[in-house]
């Protein structure tokens, strides 16, 4: 406790202060709000692209006071960079539940695989086509930003290893070395099909498009 003295010699105020213990830890940031904001940036990227997404107009998107972007993502690229990594979650996490759903009704290791692509592509195009314009956006801004670049150079790699190894666990008997032509045709589909009208994507145009992605990846 410190105490001081301050005024006229029969006039004295004393103000004290009490110590606190500090331990010199930051305190740990809230992984869901970090999520909320990835989110926010996600949305404005796919409605204005990427000058659309400032920390102001992602706490607003996320419904957070001022300044909160910030205290987490220093810069625009670091808020870039984190809806690039938001996106990989949220894709791979789709994986996983994909491969439960269609585990049972696969007719042989090619056509689940077939039937997984499929699935991918349609939810993408579709339920989840604000995630993927985002991406788009992100892989446009990488030529002109070098912190995105490296994170989305990053996230294929990272694609290359959660696919190689979601392959091996379904027993898909995929080569590793066709997983990388199959990420970049399905890139490519995927970006035919998010820039299209909604109403020309469908389940039977897209169980093509798989079937081709497959097709090619294993008979080069």
Request: aromatic fraction near 4%; include cysteine.
């Amino acid at each position: 406790m410190i105490t001081t003295l301050i005024g006229h010699p029969q006039l004295t105020t004393i103000v004290v202060l009490r110590m606190v213990a500090y331990d010199g830890g930051v305190p740990p940031l809230n992984s869901r709000r970090r999520a909320d904001l990835a989110d926010a940036a996600l949305a404005l990227l796919a409605e204005a692209g990427v000058h659309g997404v400032t920390h102001r107009a992602v706490e607003k998107r996320a419904g957070l006071p001022a300044g909160t972007a910030s205290n987490y993502f220093r810069s625009r690229e670091a808020l870039l960079v984190a809806a690039a990594e938001r996106l990989g979650d949220l894709h791979y996490a789709d994986m996983e539940a994909a491969a439960i759903e269609h585990r049972p009704a696969a007719r042989s290791k090619r056509q689940q695989a077939t039937d997984l692509i499929a699935h991918s592509l349609l939810d993408a195009a579709t339920i989840h086509r604000v995630r993927y314009i985002a991406i788009f956006e992100l892989r446009m801004e990488s030529l002109r930003r070098p912190a995105v670049a490296v994170a989305m150079t990053t996230l294929f790699e990272r694609s290359v290893a959660v696919t190689t190894s979601h392959h091996a666990s379904l027993g898909l008997d995929i080569p590793k070395r066709a997983v990388p032509m199959m990420l970049t045709l399905y890139g490519g589909a995927l970006f035919t099909l998010v820039t299209s009208p909604p109403e020309h994507v469908s389940a039977d145009l897209v169980c093509d498009i798989a079937a081709g992605i497959v097709d090619a990846a294993l008979d080069r």
